[in-house]
């Protein structure tokens, strides 16, 4: 089984072209499963003798190995494109693990932020530091257009259209799409483009690190945790925190479900539906605070 593992590489690399993180995931789940199949014996390593029964011998295997549900509904979904991809290429005649079932998740509501909370985020960046306008930019560009960090970090200055508001935005899978961004972002990125005008640089990348290279995700995430901590806000924000804020403060002020979906890039709408659970906690909350029969 392990001469097709470098073409499977190769396929979900260019043609399906997932992230570098996701092909990681996928090989690295794979080789696991290629690792159990050794342990059962050499006549197992020709594909063709995998079949369901094996296949859910190897979930049981995973669930006595205490992975937890996520992992290993992600594992079995990593084998079932491997034998997906096989059968595509006429190597077996069934896919053992096309109807495995997996253990159902828990839907887990994504952390945002109030509107306070993100004014106090914002507050704490120092115009004064040499970073400050880029930070600033930052924070304001993914508080108001939910873009994903990736996309963020990626983003060409000439992506942005100040007067008319709007971005160009590269997501998953290459697809592009336009995210619309208000005045107060629009504002901060003029503050840092005057500052990027002074520095010699790559004209293609808008957000830059030290000696003028891109800004790295992680140093996104960086930033954002230091003045999380600078505000004094005690729950972990991230990147994405900033984008589950956008959503839900969109929903919560009437915006159309497929409308968020189109400006978060979501393929799917039950995608961007966890955001409207979001919302009801909220309207809850505030329910059970504020009428006074309500507990």
Request: proline share 4%; aromatic share 8%.
């Given at each position: 089984?392990?001469?097709?593992v ?9 043609e ?24 059962k ?14 296949a ?8 006595l ?19 997906r991809y ?27 932020l ?15 530091h ?6 600033l ?6 508080y ?6 990736g ?11 100040l ?6 935005v590269?997501?998953?899978?290459d ?5 619309l ?5 629009i504002?901060?990125?003029?503050k840092?483009?005057d ?8 004209e293609?990348?808008l ?12 140093s ?9 901590k ?32 189109e400006?978060?890039?979501?393929s ?8 409207t659970?979001i ?17």
């Amino acid at each position: 089984m392990k001469p097709f593992v470098e073409p499977f590489h190769a396929y979900i690399k260019t043609e399906l072209n997932l992230s570098p993180h996701t092909v990681l995931a996928y090989l690295r789940d794979i080789n696991q499963f290629i690792g159990f199949v050794s342990s059962k014996g050499s006549l197992f390593e020709n594909p063709q003798r995998i079949d369901p029964a094996f296949a859910r011998s190897y979930l049981r295997w995973l669930e006595l190995k205490n992975f937890s549900k996520k992992s290993v509904a992600r594992k079995i979904s990593s084998c079932r494109a491997f034998f997906r991809y096989l059968f595509r290429e006429g190597k077996i005649k069934l896919n053992p693990f096309e109807h495995i079932l997996t253990p159902k998740l828990g839907k887990r509501l994504p952390s945002f932020l109030y509107p306070e909370e993100v004014v106090k985020l914002l507050d704490a960046v120092n115009l004064k530091h040499k970073n400050g306008p880029r930070d600033l930019a930052i924070l304001e560009l993914i508080y108001a257009s939910g873009m994903r960090v990736g996309e963020v970090s990626k983003l060409r200055a000439d992506s942005v259209d100040l007067e008319s508001g709007e971005v160009l935005v590269q997501g998953k899978g290459d697809r592009e799409r336009i995210v619309l961004i208000g005045s107060h972002s629009i504002s901060s990125l003029k503050k840092y483009l005057d500052v990027r005008k002074n520095l010699a640089v790559d004209e293609k990348i808008l957000f830059l690190g030290r000696g003028g290279s891109r800004l790295t995700s992680r140093s996104i995430e960086r930033m954002i945790r230091k003045y999380a901590k600078k505000a004094g806000i005690s729950k972990r924000v991230t990147p994405h925190t900033l984008r589950h804020s956008f959503a839900t403060h969109l929903l919560s002020g009437g915006a159309d479900l497929k409308i968020v979906q189109e400006l978060l890039g979501h393929s799917s709408l039950s995608t961007t539906q966890i955001y409207t659970h979001i919302t009801k906690e909220k309207l809850k909350s505030i329910y059970d605070k504020a009428h006074p029969r309500a507990t």
